[in-house]
């Protein structure tokens, strides 16, 4: 039996670790450019919207509802500074020209809006190019000494394979970090347009996120008109819910997201020995008390409240060097024990310590 469960109340403070979570999607039907969209929706919202499946995606079409326009901005844009070099995952950033580069003129284009990867040609100038492309490729192989050693491979392969290759037999595919190493690897190319370990990941989201989701429309991102940077939902006819590259200039209206609060608080449990807290029925009649108790304080129906689980399926731990026994005061020591109030509520006030005797 549960002898008695203790709540204190704390005013708002700086107790727990609030956890953003939820979003919730907002359509602005006033016709700003991505940045003028972006800034709007930083400043009322969150950011402009980001979509981690499918699910969000049909949210955002419902959320606009039958639109006049044809299109609206969405979180997604082409950051052309993000080459990275294979070898170490290194970012190559020429802004502010700190970083040795040998593009071509006009390079790189992203002509077609699939160009993600380096190739040097025979004058040892760099181009982007499709990674799907066939190549020759130059591997590094580190050595005793401080250049190390490069090698002509006389195999057409994507970049993809030509990096795995490199990988397999050598260490990387070649990066360049100087003028001196950059004329090495075009000597040992022997003329060929060979593959080094250029590439990019190019399709960044305003707001810190990295979802692997895309719903791009067919052929789409081409780049077409040259300036296509920034993505828009397409919301009317048989293309409706598709992703599109567009002009960043272009006005539309748009999509913002805000996060609802989401607060994870430590919680804990003071047991008799042999008890275990981590029984299904023990875990559910706790929470409902919770619940009975949180009941007091603010509406039910727009609050979660679940414990969250360990690696190893578990809720419950002993609290270091303290066996069985659960110190039932909110310290920052007992880090593996959490309950999660999830509170759509811009009136909650409080943030909750439960305090527990078994």
Same mark, same amino acid.
């Given at each position: 039996m549960l002898r008695n469960v203790y709540l204190t109340l704390l005013c708002t403070g700086l107790w727990g670790v609030p956890s953003c979570c939820a979003r919730q999607y907002h359509f602005v039907s006033l016709e700003k450019n991505w940045t003028e969209a972006q800034s709007y929706c930083r400043e009322n919202y969150t950011d402009l919207a980001v979509i981690d499946s499918p699910e969000d995606n049909e949210q955002l079409l419902q959320t606009a509802g039958n639109p006049l326009q044809y299109a609206g901005w969405i979180g997604l844009y082409w950051d052309q500074w993000s080459w990275k070099w294979s070898m170490g995952n290194i970012r190559l950033d020429n802004r502010n020209g700190s970083d040795f580069t040998s593009w071509a003129t006009g390079q790189p284009e992203n002509y077609g809006g699939k160009e993600n990867c380096g190739i040097m040609e025979s004058r040892g100038l760099w181009h982007d190019y499709p990674c799907s492309c066939s190549f020759y490729f130059i591997c590094y192989q580190e050595g005793s000494d401080a250049a190390g050693s490069y090698f002509l491979i006389e195999t057409n392969k994507n970049f993809t394979a +030509?990096?795995?290759?490199? @990988?397999?037999?050598?260490? =990387?595919?070649?990066?360049? @970090?100087n003028r001196s190493e950059n004329e090495e690897i075009r000597l040992t190319a022997r003329g060929n347009y060979v593959w080094?370990? #250029? &590439?990019?990941e190019p399709w960044k989201w305003s707001s810190p996120s990295n979802p692997a989701f895309r719903n791009w429309a067919d052929g789409v991102p081409d780049n077409a008109? %040259? *300036?296509?940077?920034c993505a828009s939902l397409l919301m009317a006819g048989s293309s +409706?819910? !598709?992703? *599109?590259?567009?002009?960043? =200039?272009? @006005? #539309?209206?748009? &999509?913002? &997201?805000?996060?609802?609060k989401r607060v994870v608080m430590r919680v804990g449990l003071q047991l008799e020995k042999g008890k275990n807290p981590n029984e299904p029925g023990v875990r559910e009649s706790l929470l409902n008390q919770m619940r009975g108790l949180l009941s007091k304080h603010t509406v039910m129906d727009r609050t979660s409240l679940k414990w969250k689980e360990q690696k190893d399926g578990l809720v419950f731990h002993p609290e270091k =060097?303290? %066996?069985?026994?659960? =110190?039932? @005061?909110?310290?920052?020591?007992?880090?593996?024990? /959490?309950?999660? #109030?999830?509170?759509?509520?811009?009136?909650?006030? !409080?943030?909750?310590?439960? #305090? /527990?005797q078994y």
């Open positions: +030509a990096q795995r290759s490199c @990988r397999e037999h050598h260490t =990387d595919l070649a990066s360049v @970090r080094i370990g #250029l &590439f990019m008109a %040259g *300036n296509e940077d +409706a819910g !598709y992703w *599109n590259g567009t002009g960043c =200039d272009q @006005r #539309l209206p748009f &999509f913002c &997201f805000s996060e609802k =060097d303290k %066996g069985e026994i659960w =110190d039932p @005061r909110f310290t920052q020591s007992l880090q593996s024990v /959490f309950v999660v #109030l999830s509170v759509d509520s811009p009136h909650f006030d !409080y943030w909750f310590v439960w #305090l /527990f």
